[in-house]
C-alpha cells in the first residue's frame, strides 16, 4: 500500500494536512453509512458528523484515526463521483472556518447598526 511505503520513508507532510477533513457537495440525503462506506477504506475512522441544519447541508467533517489514511483520502476522493455529485474533500482548517464565521458575524453586526440608526446603504 502507498500508505505504509509513506509512513516508513518518514516523509514530511505539508502543513495544512491534518486527521480532520472537510468535504462539501455531498448529496443532501446521504447516510452516515455510506460514509463510512466511502471513507473507511481509507483508513480507521475515528468520527463523521454530517451537516444537517439548512447552512450546512450537503458538508461532512470526517476524522481519521492516523494522519497519513487522511493524507490518502483526499489524494483518492477529490473528485470521486457519490449520486451524481463530485465531492470536494478538502483538509480543515480552523483559520480559514473562523474567518468566514467571524466575516458573517461583523455582516450582521453592520446590518443591525444600519438598522438602529436608520442609515441606508442603498442609492437613491
Known amino acids: 500500500m502507498a500508505t505504509i511505503s509513506l509512513r516508513k520513508s518518514n516523509t514530511r507532510l505539508p502543513p495544512e494536512v491534518n486527521r480532520v477533513l472537510y ?20 483508513g480507521a475512522i475515528r468520527q463523521i458528523r454530517i451537516g444537517n441544519s439548512k447552512d450546512t447541508r450537503g458538508t461532512a467533517f470526517v476524522v481519521y484515526e492516523d494522519i497519513y489514511d487522511a493524507k490518502t483520502a483526499v489524494d483518492h476522493l477529490s473528485g470521486f463521483n457519490v449520486a451524481n455529485r463530485y465531492l470536494i474533500v478538502l483538509y480543515y482548517q480552523q483559520a480559514k472556518m473562523s474567518k468566514k464565521f467571524d466575516q458573517k458575524k461583523k455582516e450582521d453586526e453592520i446590518s443591525r447598526m444600519q438598522e438602529k440608526y436608520g442609515v441606508s446603504t442603498k442609492d437613491k
Open 23 to 42: 468535504v462539501r457537495n455531498l448529496p443532501f440525503n446521504i447516510s452516515s453509512e455510506e460514509m463510512y462506506d466511502i471513507f473507511g477504506k481509507y
